[in-house]
């Protein structure tokens, strides 16, 4: 008897100490930015990081003024330090209206300002790195290379 009453407490000590533990995990920072083409704002799309190694991804969607905040897993909660891929995706090819004005002939919309290269991760020559504390990264898309 004896015995399990000072295994209880330890064992009591040992998860307290181990969960304490495991929500340390890998270090997120705040990361916000603005995204441009020939320096003026992209206002609709998302952005989107990819990690180089592995991990989640952080996104944010484009604001009126190119802004954007980065989300992992919760609202402005930003991204884990390390190195990205930038990718920046439109907003749908085909306007919502359009649909409906014309169900069975959609006009595509083009989206000039958001090359076709940073739109996938295997393609996108963007680069990131997300250090300790507040991050702010301004991306110019008109400087990509083989830019149509």
Known sequence: MMLRSTVAPMTLVVCLLT???CNSGPEMAP???V???NGQPVTTGTI???PVK???M???RLQDDGSFELTTKEPGDGAYVGDYIVVVVPPSDINELEKILRPGKPIPIKYENIPQQVRNQTTSTLRASV???LNELEFDLAEIKGNS
Do not use: H, I, R
């Open 48 to 50: 989107q990081l990819f």
């Open 19 to 21: 969960s304490a533990g």
């Open 131 to 133: 250090q300790s504390g």
């Open 35 to 37: 995204v441009k083409f």
């Open 58 to 60: 952080a996104t944010g």
């Open 31 to 33: 990361v916000k930015g």
């Open 54 to 56: 592995s991990g989640p």
